[in-house]
C-alpha cells in the first residue's frame, strides 16, 4: 500500500545534507587545489610529516595529490553522492570537472526523480527551476523510470510525457494536470506503465483514468481521488488482459464545500475487481465529516485498509463489521463522547482478517476492549490504542488492561501515552 514510507525520508534528508555541506568544500578545493592540499598535508594525522630540510619522495606525493584529487573519484562514487543532491545540486556539481560531467549523462542517475516547484524559484533547497527542469527533462526522458512532480509546471510534465518512452512510476501531486496529458502518457509509456498515483488533480476525470486502464495492461498500483472511481474503471481493471492489480488506493475527499451526497459503486464492479485480482489491496482514506459519509460502507466494498481522519459515527463503525469481511487494518482517529464497544466486538467477530487496530478520541471500555483482543488474539499484530480511549467498569481497571490484553497476544502491551511536552 501507499503504504508506510516515512523513517527513509529522514534519514535521505540528512545524507543531502551532509553531501550539501561538503560540496562547498569541494568547490574550494578545486578553484585553488595547491594550498588546500598543504594545509591538509599538514594537519593530516594519517600522512607522516617529512623532517626539515628533507623532500618528501615523488611517489608519497603522487600518493597525496591523488587522494586529494576528487576528481579521480570512481564513477560509482561520484554517481552514489548525486544520487543523495537535488536537481541544482546536481547541475552545478556537474560543472566541477569533466569526469563529473560525465557522470551527470549516466542514465543510471535519472532512472527516479522527484520535481519540486512549491517554493519560490530563487529558493534553490526547496524548489527546482522550471529552465532547469525543462532541459533535464528533454536530455534524459528516455531513462527516466520514477518519477513524482509536485507543482504547477504543467508545461514540464507534457514534455515529460512526450519524450520518455520507459515509464513505469508516475506520482502527481496538486497539479492541474488533465485527460489530454494522461492520453500523451498512455501513447508512449502503454507498456511500462506500472504505478499511477494521483492526488489534487480536479482536471483529471473518470474518463481520464479510464483511458489509463484500458491501455496500460500490466498497471499494477493505482491511486486517486474518489471522484475518479467509477464502475466503468473497475470493470476496465478487471478485464482478462489486465495484469493482477495488486494496490487500489482512494482518497475519499469532498470536492466543495458542504458537499454531502457522493456516487456510489456497484457491488457487481467490486466483484468483478476482486476476482479478477483476488489479492488486491483495496486502501481508502477518509477526511469527511459525519454527515458525509451516509453514502458509504451500505454494501460490501472489498476494502482491506480503512483510515478515518475525522471523526466517524457509530452507525458507519457498525457496517464496518457487516459489510467489510476482508478489513485488515482498521485506524480511527475520533469517534466523539460516544462509547463504541458492540461495534468494535462486531468489528472482531466478522472481520477474520483484521491484524492492525488504531484508535484516538474514541471511547471504549476495558471489558469490550478486552473481548475485542481475545477474539482476535494473537493475529493482531499491530494495536496501537491512546490511554485516554481505554474507560474503566466493574471488571478491569487501568491497571490490569495491559495483563490481560498481553496474555491473549503473547507479547507484552501497554496502550500509548500521550507526552507531556
Not at 617529512?50 to 600518493?63: D, E, I, N, R, Y
Not at 554517481?79 to 570537472?97: E, G, H, K, M, N
Request: aromatic share 10%; glycine share 4%.
Amino acid at each position: 500500500m501507499d503504504i508506510g514510507e516515512y523513517p527513509m525520508a529522514a534519514v535521505t534528508s540528512f545524507r543531502s545534507f551532509t553531501v550539501n555541506c561538503n560540496l562547498g568544500a569541494f568547490f574550494r578545493m578545486k578553484r585553488n587545489r595547491l594550498p588546500c592540499m598543504n594545509e591538509v598535508l599538514q594537519s593530516s594525522p594519517a600522512v607522516k610529516q617529512p623532517k626539515l630540510g628533507c623532500c618528501p619522495s615523488l611517489s608519497q606525493t603522487h600518493m597525496c595529490a591523488a587522494l586529494l584529487d576528487w576528481g579521480n573519484l570512481p564513477h560509482h562514487v561520484v554517481l552514489r553522492v548525486f544520487q543523495y543532491l537535488p536537481l541544482i545540486d546536481r547541475a552545478r556539481a556537474s560543472s566541477v570537472c569533466r569526469r563529473w560531467n560525465e557522470v551527470f549523462h549516466i542514465p543510471d542517475l535519472w532512472r527516479k526523480f522527484e520535481f519540486e516547484l512549491n517554493q519560490s524559484a530563487t529558493s534553490y533547497f526547496n524548489s527546482t527551476h522550471p529552465d532547469l527542469i525543462q532541459q533535464i527533462i528533454k536530455k534524459h526522458a528516455a531513462h527516466l523510470q520514477y518519477v513524482s512532480f509536485k507543482s504547477h509546471f504543467v508545461s514540464a510534465l507534457t514534455v515529460l510525457f512526450v519524450n520518455s518512452k520507459s515509464l513505469s512510476s508516475i506520482k502527481i501531486e496538486d497539479m492541474p494536470v488533465d485527460d489530454p496529458s494522461l492520453s500523451i502518457l498512455v501513447a508512449n509509456n502503454s507498456d511500462t506503465l506500472r504505478r499511477l498515483k494521483m492526488s489534487s488533480c480536479p482536471h483529471v476525470s473518470s474518463d481520464g483514468i479510464l483511458c489509463v486502464a484500458d491501455h496500460c495492461q500490466g498497471l499494477r498500483e493505482l491511486a486517486l481521488n474518489y471522484y475518479m472511481l467509477s464502475d466503468e474503471l473497475l470493470l476496465a481493471l478487471s478485464n482478462e488482459t489486465h495484469a493482477n492489480l495488486e494496490h487500489l488506493r482512494i482518497d475519499v475527499v469532498s470536492e466543495n464545500p458542504g458537499q454531502i451526497e457522493f456516487h456510489s459503486v456497484k457491488r457487481q464492479s467490486w466483484d468483478a475487481l476482486t476476482k479478477h485480482s483476488p489479492g488486491v489491496n483495496v486502501v481508502m482514506y477518509f477526511f469527511l465529516y459525519e454527515e458525509e459519509m451516509e453514502t458509504f460502507f451500505k454494501e460490501e466494498p472489498p476494502v482491506t485498509h480503512l483510515y478515518f481522519g475525522r471523526s466517524v459515527s457509530k452507525e458507519i463503525l457498525g457496517r464496518l463489521g457487516l459489510n467489510c469481511p476482508r478489513l485488515i487494518e482498521l485506524v480511527v482517529c475520533a469517534n466523539g463522547l460516544q462509547v463504541i464497544d458492540n461495534e468494535l466486538i462486531c468489528i472482531a467477530e466478522h472481520c477474520k482478517n483484521l491484524t492492525a487496530l488504531g484508535l484516538s478520541e474514541c471511547e471504549v471500555s476495558c471489558s469490550a476492549f478486552i473481548e475485542f483482543v481475545r477474539l482476535c488474539r494473537r493475529k493482531l499484530t499491530h494495536l496501537s490504542i491512546m490511554e485516554e480511549v481505554l474507560i474503566p467498569d466493574d471488571v478491569y481497571s487501568l491497571d490490569e488492561i495491559h495483563t490481560e490484553v498481553s496474555k491473549y497476544l503473547g507479547r507484552i502491551w501497554f496502550p500509548d501515552v500521550m507526552p507531556l511536552w
